[in-house]
């Protein structure tokens, strides 16, 4: 396999080891592709989550509460006024107990440890020591959007 | 002597002196990715360079280039299928939104999805190609029996991997085939509750879609590599087809390693470019009580359906017979054309051979046609 002329040669090897290099290329594009693939995409990016919809207006009387499953952190909307609507957080700030509303006196209530917020999220008793985190809520077209 | 004492200094020595490295590299030829049989109780080194001075055949030219190629897809199958396995949950609830997930918010979820789709769809194509191939080069004579019975049960095989593989998304089309198949399968006399037995029930509930779901990653993933095994180890003894119109120039391992290295990449081409310019997405979730109009088996089980539906006049155990019989004289075909060269009886059964194939396609025709018709 020698050439007579050195140079054919050497040209002939460069060649030989860009083309092999070009074609290693491949394997850091898989390495790429599969790695970014098996990357479990965090819940807080999921485009379509951020927008819940929490169902019609209209079916929610005012001054009255509906609970909305929204996986781990479920949450209340309030209709406080004909056009205005709440989302508070149904999660008590103490240990995570699920919280129940009570329309009578229009609280939220822990089952756990007898903790209770008004219907803003502020503390009105019991050990919790912070207020409930509210959500930006919105009626669009009769349906109330949730923004988490 | 001289070779240990070389391999002493090199990590390749290092590691042949604790393992049998030539015995890992010839697991390689097992499935045709290597043309050529090393000697594992020689070095590495000294048994490549030995199958290297070998005149060797390629596995990766036309059209040997079928078995081969669709090993590769197999490979690639349960490569993007595992990929696939991280995400997916096998349960009616979550099945559709998993993949949906996948389809979404997965970095390349698209594309894996897209690749394994494709992957399946040519995979079957070519090992039907491959049966038609032997059936009209006469690869099933003689000697080549276990090749010819292995191609077939390939070829259902991967059928069976892919029906199973259809439910899994859970959406309309996928659920809806399900059910038309099952009515198909469900008619077989023998298959029929061998295939009730395995799915668990009639009903396409959670618990039949794990059962699915098993069987399509794990019970004929393993069947199909053990019956490429069998290929595979079968070509190694009664050797590669003669290919008429090959040049008799040598070929070493070289130059057919060199030619897998070329499939592949026309092979990745070709599966990123079907991925990419005719996507497959999926249908709307699957709804139990709302049949879509245009309900239909895979394309492999139109003609079996078309036939059956033809002949309704015939009790029910009969009109499963047939498909199964056809299926069995295939499978048995070498045992019965045993006659060498092109002799009357091979000239029958090519004729025979012919008609099945354009009757299957026009009962496949028919098929298709079958719900417009209603």
């Known amino acids: 396999m020698k050439d007579s002329e050195g140079t054919d040669l050497e040209r002939r090897g460069v060649l030989i080891w860009l083309s092999r290099g070009f074609l290693a290329l491949w394997a850091p594009a898989a390495a790429g592709v599969a790695t970014s693939f098996l990357k479990a995409p965090s819940s807080e990016h999921r ?49 995570r ?30 050990p919790p020591k912070k207020p409930l985190p509210q959500y930006p809520a919105e009626v669009r077209a009769d349906e109330i959007v949730v923004h988490t | 002597m001289e070779s240990n004492r070389e391999g002493k200094r090199s990590l390749l020595g290092w590691l042949e002196s604790r393992v049998n490295l030539t015995e890992i590299v010839s697991f390689l030829s097992v499935f045709g990715l290597l043309p050529a049989e090393l000697d594992s109780r020689k070095p ?29 897809l197999f490979l690639f199958l349960v490569a993007t299928g595992t990929m696939l396995a991280f995400y997916y949950q096998p349960t009616a609830e979550q099945a559709y939104p998993s993949v949906t997930l996948i389809a979404r918010d997965v970095a390349f979820g698209v594309l894996i999805h897209q690749v394994h789709y494709w992957s399946a769809a040519l995979f079957l194509i070519l090992l039907g190609m491959r049966v038609i ?28 991997a892919d029906l ?22 469900d008619a077989l006399p023998i298959l029929g509750p061998i295939t009730s037995f395995l799915v668990g029930g009639n009903g396409l509930d959670s618990t039949v879609l794990t059962r699915y779901y098993v069987l399509h990653i794990a019970i004929f993933p393993i069947l199909l590599l053990l019956l490429f095994y069998i290929h595979f180890s079968s070509v190694r003894r009664v050797g590669m087809s003669r290919v008429e119109a090959a040049p008799a120039a040598k070929r070493s391992l070289r130059v057919a390693m060199y030619d897998l290295f070329l499939l592949v990449i026309f092979m990745v081409g070709g599966l990123m470019t079907l991925a990419v310019l005719f996507p497959q997405p999926f249908d709307a979730v699957a709804n139990p009580i709302l049949t879509p109009p245009d309900a239909r088996p895979p394309w492999y089980l139109l003609a079996p359906l078309a036939l059956m539906e033809a002949l309704s006049f015939l009790p029910k155990i009969l009109r499963g017979v047939i498909p199964e019989a056809i299926l069995a004289v295939v499978l048995i075909l070498p045992f019965l054309d045993r006659e060498s060269g092109s ?18 396609g026009a009962l496949t025709w028919i098929g298709w046609y079958l719900e417009v018709g209603r």
């Open chain 2, 164 to 185: 199973t593989g259809r439910l899994l998304p859970y959406d309309a089309s996928g659920y809806w085939t399900t059910v038309r198949a099952r009515e198909v399968t």
């Open chain 2, 343 to 360: 002799g009357a009886r091979r000239m029958l059964f090519r004729v025979l051979g012919i008609v099945l194939l354009v009757g299957w």
């Open chain 2, 133 to 160: 191939r032997f059936f009209f080069q006469g690869l099933y004579a003689r000697g080549r029996e276990v090749v010819w019975m292995a191609a077939v049960l390939t070829f259902v095989a991967a059928a069976i």
């Open chain 1, 97 to 126: 107990c699920v919280l129940r509303w009570d329309r009578e006196t229009s609280t939220f209530q822990c089952p756990c440890h007898d903790g209770s917020f008004d219907r803003k999220g502020n503390v009105l008793g019991g």
């Open chain 2, 44 to 72: 590495l080194r000294e048994a490549l360079r030995e199958a290297m001075s070998q005149p060797l055949p390629s596995y990766a030219r036309w059209p040997r280039v079928l078995g081969i190629l669709s090993f590769l």
């Open chain 1, 47 to 95: 485009p379509g989550d951020k927008a819940i919809r929490a169902g019609a207006l209209s079916s929610l009387p005012v001054g009255d509460a509906r609970f909305v499953h929204h996986g781990n952190d479920p949450f209340f909307v309030l209709r406080v006024s004909e056009g205005q609507v709440l989302a508070v957080s149904a999660i008590c700030t103490h240990m």
